[in-house]
């Protein structure tokens, strides 16, 4: 950490704050993505439509990084392609389940990653979680509890598109383990191996899109796109990928990597806000009570889980 003298220290607020903005923005992109993701896509176009998103980006992350790119090893090249496998995995439970559940309940289950990856991490080094994390960890699973329910009278089991968004979620802890685990990517170029995964990705949906009974091709849906379906898709691709990469990079450069998570975790809070005041989403009273557990949960969690993953 760099230490300032005290006339530097008058203007290190608002500098940090200046680096804070632009994370937050993608919190809020990424919070938005949801419902931009529900807009556009359909059961029978979910494939087509991970095709058209990250095609679109894949040429400029790949002129933006040529250099790093050729100078991957054989080995970084294959972890990459193992982490991207699964990534493409992820894109398709979330995508699939966004289109059977509400933007506002696919933002805030997704968080229980925040939950997930640590309960992993512990089992994985056999250490046991403290117990303010578990009770994190309770509270955020009640609140997803409650927030099945909807407005709905009574009990009923969470939909088909609320267990996909938890197989997602489940789905980016294996995503977080292997790339802390997968040797060949530890010491990676973040841009390389982001566009390798995304590559690995693209190529899964290009193989699903083709194998007839997923759904309309790319072509057909890019066809039957309107105004409104395309301004959909190029928030999807420009700003939930392209600019929230690049922020990401910029930003760890300029503060701390725990200040830029902190702000990243406020994404489900963005969904919600984006699923009830922008989708007209209604949650119900139980609804809203388990969004407030989750967000409390999650938040809780991040706390009680800090001391320990700091070095």
């Known amino acids: 950490m760099t230490v300032l003298s005290p006339a530097a220290g008058v203007g290190a607020p608002r500098r940090a704050w200046l680096a804070d903005l632009p994370v937050l923005a993608v919190a809020v992109v990424w919070g938005g993505s949801y419902l931009a993701a529900k807009g556009i896509t359909t059961t029978h176009t979910v494939v087509a439509v991970l095709v058209l998103r990250f095609a679109l980006v894949m040429p400029v992350l790949v002129v933006a990084g040529w250099a790093r790119l050729r100078a991957l090893s054989p080995a970084q090249l294959r972890g990459a392609g193992v982490l991207g496998l699964v990534l493409g995995g992820i894109f398709l439970l979330e995508t699939y ?31 046991a979680p403290s117990a303010g994390f578990l009770g994190a960890a309770a509270l955020s699973v009640v609140g997803v509890v409650l927030l099945t329910q909807g407005a709905g009278a009574g009990f009923t089991a969470p939909s088909d598109g609320d267990l996909l968004i938890l197989g997602a979620a489940l789905a980016r802890t294996l995503h977080v383990l292997l790339m802390a685990r997968i040797k060949g990517v530890q010491d990676a170029d973040p841009l390389s191996l982001t566009t390798v995964q995304l590559g690995a990705a693209v190529v899964v949906f290009a193989v699903l899109a083709a194998v007839p009974g997923t759904g309309d091709s790319p072509r057909a849906a890019a066809v039957g796109f309107g105004a409104a379906e395309w301004a959909g898709l190029a928030f999807l691709s420009v700003f939930c990928t392209l600019f929230a990469f690049f922020v990401q990079m910029w930003a760890v450069r300029r503060t701390s990597p725990s200040r830029v998570s902190l702000l990243l975790g406020t994404e489900p809070l ?31 969690g991040r706390r009680a889980v800090t001391p320990a993953t700091t070095p």
């Open 97 to 127: 389940g966004v289109v059977h559940t509400s933007a506002t309940n696919a933002g805030l289950i997704i968080s229980l990653t925040m939950v997930f990856t640590p309960l992993a991490e512990s089992a994985v080094r056999k250490r």
């Open 270 to 300: 963005w969904a919600a806000v984006a699923g009830i005041a922008v989708g007209g989403e209604e949650p119900g009273v139980l609804g809203y009570a388990g969004a407030l557990l989750v967000l409390a949960g999650t938040a809780w």
